[in-house]
Structure formats: C-alpha cells, structure tokens
C-alpha cells in the first residue's frame, strides 16, 4: 500500500492521491499529523483512507504511523511518498519492481538535482558523520518489503525524529539492502520545506542528526568485529 504522512496539506493531498492511483494501482493511505485544515476531508473525498493523529508528532512519526498500520495488516510491500506534491507517482512503480523482484530490502528515490546549497552542505556532512554513501539520504520517496517494514516500527525507530539518516543506519545495522533509484520530482507546489528553509533550521537540525550519526558510528566501532555492519 501506499503511505502519505500530511500535515496541513489541503492545497496538494487530493491530486497526489488522484495520481498515486493512476500510477501506483494500490490503496493509498493517509497518515493526517494532526492537521488544522482540510487535510483530511480531502482525502477521503480523493479515495483515500485517513489514519487520523490527535496531534502533530512529525512526518517520521506519521509515517510510522502508517508503517505499523500496515505491519499489523500483514502488507507485503508498502511505499512511502510525500503530501506536498513532489513525488512523481509515475516513478513509484520502478522503485516497487526494485523490492518485489528481491533486488533490494528498500528502494530509495533519489533525486539529487532537488539539492540546494543548504541542501548539499547538510547531504555531505551526514555522510562524513556516518560513514554512509546515499545521494540523496533525506528522501521520503521509498518503497520497502516487510522485513525493512518489520525493521522501521521497531521501538528503535520510535525514538528518531526524522526519516532521513538515522533511519537509513538502522535499515543498514539490520543488514537490509538499500538501492537507490533515480526519480522524477516536482518543485513544492505550496508551502516550504521545515527542515531546510533557514541555516538557523538547517543547524538545529544538523546538530541533532550529526550527533545521531556519530553515536552510532562509534557504538559500531565499539562492538567486537563479527557483530560489526558494513556500512555503504
């Protein structure tokens, strides 16, 4: 199934739902993060139906949401995609073929083209902190079987904040494989992003996540040789 983690995204929910269903051929779940707007109504009305959040706790929060969701369903495959309007649905079936033919665990969509200088600088210093080599370590557009699904509504999981790096380390300690799949995105249709609109956001943000990072990249250094992941 398809996940959609929104949050006030009145003004693009119904045509990403409209076109997840044209292109993607699945049902179309959405993860409503406490929204204060529309959200929700429109989504119903687009089809799709509405994990509802009494309040806001982040897109990685509502995305889990929506992974345990499936998880207790029993979902074999499930892909991940943004409310906002960037993610080309026409690109989820490449990613898809990518985790049901076996090639990989997870397919990450990439899109580095999208990486503005705020964007890059945060891109090469995550993965200098983690010792991880992904183009484009933040996107939300992933597809998953159930072994990364079981991996990602972990208690583990439950304490990251954001879906980028630290989730990508986990999928990696978890020695699931990772492919990274060029897609097509689209320029936000509304709205910015919360992560990289400021340096001053920027650095909060970095300073939380290179912590992660490097937290991580010592407790691997720390464990006896054979317990070790090899990271990409």
Do not use: C
């Not at 665990?105 to 992904?134: H, N, P, Q």
């Not at 943000?205 to 990072?213: D, K, N, P, Q």
Request: zero cysteines; charged letters at 20%; aromatic letters at 6%.
């Amino acid at each position: 199934m398809v996940v959609i983690p929104a949050f006030n995204e009145e003004a693009t929910i119904g045509d990403v739902i409209t076109s997840a269903f044209r292109h993607a051929d699945l049902p179309v779940w959405v993860v409503d993060d406490g929204s204060t707007d529309l959200t929700k109504e429109r989504a119903l009305t687009a089809g799709a139906r509405v994990l509802s959040l009494p309040f806001q706790i982040g897109a990685w929060g509502a995305t889990q949401t929506g992974l345990r969701y499936a998880h207790k369903l029993g979902v074999d495959f499930v892909i991940t995609m943004d409310a906002d309007g960037q993610h080309d649905p026409m690109s989820a079936k490449h990613l898809l073929e990518t985790v049901v033919s076996g090639k990989a665990d997870v397919a990450l969509g990439t899109f580095e083209a999208r990486g503005s200088g705020l964007r890059r600088v945060a891109w090469k210093m995550m993965g200098l902190a983690s010792g991880l080599d992904f183009r484009d370590p933040t996107s939300g557009y992933r597809a998953m079987n159930a072994s990364a699904i079981k991996a990602l509504t972990s208690s583990a999981a439950s304490m990251l904040d954001h879906q980028d790096i630290g989730v990508l380390i986990l999928l990696v300690r978890a020695r699931l494989r990772i492919s990274e799949i060029p897609v097509n995105m689209f320029p936000r249709k509304s709205g910015q992003s919360r992560i990289f609109s400021t340096w001053r956001v920027v650095f909060s943000y970095m300073i939380h996540t290179l912590s992660l990072a490097l937290a991580k990249r010592q407790l691997r250094r720390n464990q006896p040789s054979k317990q070790r992941n090899t990271l990409a």
